[in-house]
T-cell receptor, first 113, second 107 residues
Framework: EAAVTQSPRNKVTVTGGNVTLSCRQT?????MYWYRQDTGHGLRLIHY???????QIGDVPDGYKATRTTQEDFFLLLELASPSQTSLYFC????????????FGPGTRLTVL | GQQVQQSPTSLVLQEGENAELQCNFS?????MQWFYQRPGGSLVSVFY???GTKQSGRLTSTTVIKERRSSLHISSSQITDSGTYLC?????????FGDGTQLVVKP
């Protein structure tokens, strides 16, 4: 089974602060995703990538940058954090070969004061 | 518009009762997946079920691609089944999540 890890698990920052969320998957999956989840909502796609150096825009990209440095590592960057970005963030990966089964990390709870 | 509609939005059961959760899709889909989210927040894949019926213990998932729907049946519910159940569909290389069904199982 795919292993997806995220760090940090919890983060508190102030408005205007810089935040980097990290995700690593160790199952050689090509696709990686960043989602946010807010109370009363399902998951909303921020950015995704189908390989190192690739970045695709999701449904709610404003205020977020992302970078895929290797096949294993995908980072989400908040350069000027705002309270509206307080949320639960999930990273996921999936295999490219016709299967879209998603494997999720444990989540990062971000609070922007 | 909302690509994935889940129903009901919430459900309260007495332990031992059965539950049927529904997912309807507004567009054609390639595959779908059911997730369970614990009250602490982590997501667990319950079923990856592109089509047909799959069973795992007390859980059964049935997906009918042509009718753009999937269901999750929980039999003999237990208190530990409490949490949120999310469905997600894949369509044209995009993944869309429903808003979830919050299940509470009472003793």
């Amino acid at each position: 089974e795919a292993a997806v890890t995220q760090s940090p698990r919890n983060k508190v920052t102030v408005t205007g602060g810089n935040v980097t969320l990290s995700c690593r998957q160790t199952n050689s999956h090509n696709y990686m995703y960043w989602y946010r989840q807010d109370t009363g909502h399902g998951l909303r796609l921020i950015h995704y990538s189908y390989g190192a150096g690739n970045l695709q825009i999701g449904d709610v990209p404003d205020g977020y940058k992302a970078t895929r440095t290797t096949q294993e590592d995908f980072f989400l960057l908040l350069e000027l954090a705002s309270p509206s970005q307080t949320s639960l963030y999930f990273c996921a990966s999936s295999d490219r070969g016709g299967s879209y089964e998603q494997y999720f990390g444990p989540g990062t709870r971000l609070t922007v004061l | 518009g909302q690509q994935v509609q889940q129903s009901p939005t919430s459900l309260v059961l007495q332990e031992g009762e059965n539950a049927e959760l529904q997912c309807n899709f507004s567009t054609s889909l390639n595959s779908m997946q059911w997730f369970y989210q614990r009250p602490g927040g982590s997501l667990v894949s319950v079923f990856y079920n592109p089509s047909g019926t799959k069973q795992s213990g007390r859980l059964t998932s049935t997906t009918v691609i042509k009718e753009r729907r999937s269901s999750l049946h929980i039999s003999s519910s237990q208190i530990t089944d409490s949490g949120t159940y999310l469905c997600a569909m894949v369509s044209n290389n995009r993944i869309f999540f429903g808003d979830g069904t919050q299940l509470v199982v009472k003793p």
